[in-house]
C-alpha cells in the first residue's frame, strides 16, 4: 500500500511540514520506498516532482522540505509498489489535461480489472491500476460534459465515478482540477483543518514541532488530508469509508452521489494546530 498527502487552503501557503513528515515513512519509519512525487498548483500551472527511489533518502525531497513552495492545493503520494514495476512512470502523482485545466490525481490501493474498461481519449503510460483508473475517470467526464462544467456538477460527476471504482476494491484517492481538491475514502482516510485561534503541532516521525499562532494570520483556514495522521497532538477527523470530500479554500464539503448540495463541515476542532508557513501567508503545514 502507499500514502497520500493533500493539502487546500484559503491563501498560498507551504506544506514543508506535513510533507516532512509524509518523506520519512518513504523507506524510513514507513515501507513506502518505491517512489514519491508532489504536485503544488500555483494557479492554474502547477509545478510537479517525482523520483522512483524512497523519499526519505532523497536529496530533492529534502531540497523541497526545506524550500517554501507556496500553493493552495498540493497533492503529495510515497508509494509501495504492487501493481506495476518500480520506474517512473508509475510515480504517482499522474497529471492530464481536461477542459483547458490540469488534473492531478494520486491513488492508495488496488482495483481488481479495472483495466478491462475500455478507454477512448485517455491512455495511461505506465502499467498501473491507478493510473488506469484516472485515465478512466478523465474519459467519463469529457464523455459527459464537452465544456467544463459548474463546480457543483462536476463535484457530483466525481462522486459518482468514486463511487463505481470503489466496487472495484480499495480506492483512496486525491484528485484536482487547480479549483477543488478531491478526496475519496475507500479504507482509510483523514484529515484535519487549522484556523483561528491556532496551537501547535508536533509530527510523529520527525522531531519537528510548529507553534502555528506565531506563523499564520486569524483568517487562515488549511485542510490537510493523509492516509495515517502525521501528527501526535492534534485532532484528526477520519473520513468515513466510501464517502467524498470537496475542498475549495480549506472548506471541506461531503459530496454524495444523486445529492445536489454538498454538506459542508465545520472545522472539528478550531484551536488545536495549523498548517505550514510563513507571516502574511500561512505557514509550513
Excluded at 513552495?69 to 518500480?86: D, E, L, P, Q, T
Excluded at 488530508?225 to 464517502?243: P, Q
Aim: positive net charge.
Amino acid at each position: 500500500m502507499c500514502e497520500l498527502l493533500g493539502m487546500s487552503a484559503n491563501v498560498p501557503t507551504d506544506i514543508r511540514f506535513s510533507f516532512a513528515g509524509l518523506a520519512r515513512r518513504g523507506g524510513e519509519t514507513g515501507p513506502h520506498a518505491d517512489g514519491w512525487g508532489i504536485t503544488f498548483y500555483e494557479g492554474r500551472g502547477a509545478r510537479a516532482f517525482h523520483e522512483p527511489e524512497p523519499s526519505a533518502r532523497s536529496v530533492l525531497a529534502k531540497l523541497l522540505r526545506d524550500y517554501a513552495i507556496k500553493s493552495r492545493i498540493v497533492i503529495a503520494h510515497v508509494r509501495k509498489a504492487n501493481r506495476g514495476r518500480v520506474g517512473l512512470e508509475n510515480t504517482h502523482p499522474f497529471s492530464r489535461e481536461l477542459w483547458g485545466r490540469r488534473w492531478t490525481f494520486a491513488h492508495n490501493g488496488q482495483l481488481k480489472g479495472v483495466k478491462k474498461w475500455p478507454l477512448t481519449w485517455f491512455k495511461p503510460v505506465g502499467s498501473t491500476d491507478s493510473e488506469y483508473a484516472f485515465c478512466w475517470m478523465l474519459d467519463r467526464l469529457q464523455t459527459r460534459y464537452p465544456s467544463l462544467p459548474s463546480p457543483a456538477r462536476l463535484d457530483n460527476a466525481v462522486a459518482e465515478l468514486c463511487a463505481e471504482l470503489h466496487g472495484l476494491g480499495v480506492f483512496n484517492m486525491l484528485l484536482s482540477d487547480s479549483r477543488t481538491l478531491y478526496a475519496h475514502c475507500g479504507k482509510r482516510l483523514c484529515y484535519l483543518t487549522r484556523c483561528a485561534p491556532f496551537g501547535t503541532a508536533t509530527l510523529i516521525d520527525e522531531d519537528w514541532h510548529v507553534d502555528f499562532a506565531q506563523e499564520t494570520r486569524t483568517d487562515d483556514v488549511v485542510t490537510v488530508i493523509a492516509t495515517k495522521a502525521l501528527t501526535r497532538d492534534e485532532c484528526w477527523t477520519d473520513v468515513e469509508r466510501g464517502h467524498m470530500l470537496s475542498l475549495r479554500d480549506g472548506i471541506v464539503r461531503i459530496v454524495k452521489p444523486g445529492v445536489p448540495k454538498p454538506v459542508r463541515i465545520p472545522p472539528p476542532c478550531s484551536g488545536v494546530g495549523r498548517p505550514d508557513g510563513q507571516t502574511g501567508q500561512a505557514a509550513s503545514r
